[in-house]
């Protein structure tokens, strides 16, 4: 897929995990965070900074958490996409429609939206 425009044009040419996406982005707008696009992929922000982004890949689809690592995590959801390279940022894999837990993504968000809106962040 070619890098989007903007966050419509990303989900409406996205052709794997059309559904799951569209699923994960009502969530992420009735956060109130700010929807943009960066590196061609839908990017939520408060205030100018990244707060989560949504992925798409041949084998799952899922976010990514900015400044993840800073995250309580008490679902144990998050993994380190780069091991030994990404300090903060933090994924949520997922494999299927019902992997997306509405609410415990809602907390999570929120909580990442407050450490962005506090200053807190790893370098």
Do not use: H
């Amino acid at each position: 897929m070619q890098r989007a425009k903007s966050a419509d044009e990303f989900y409406a040419n996205t052709t794997t995990w059309r559904e799951e996406l569209a699923a994960l982005r009502k969530i992420l707008v009735a956060s109130g965070l700010k929807e943009e696009i960066k590196w061609g992929t839908p990017c939520y922000t408060l205030e100018g900074v990244n707060v989560v982004g949504v992925g798409s890949f041949k084998s799952y689809f899922g976010l990514w958490f900015f400044q993840g690592a800073l995250l309580k995590d008490a679902s144990n959801v998050l993994v380190n996409a780069q091991e030994g390279g990404t300090k903060a940022q933090r994924q949520w894999r997922m494999n299927a429609l019902s992997d997306i837990k509405p609410a415990i993504i809602a907390r999570y968000v929120k909580e990442a939206a407050a450490n962005a809106q506090s200053g807190r962040r790893i370098a």
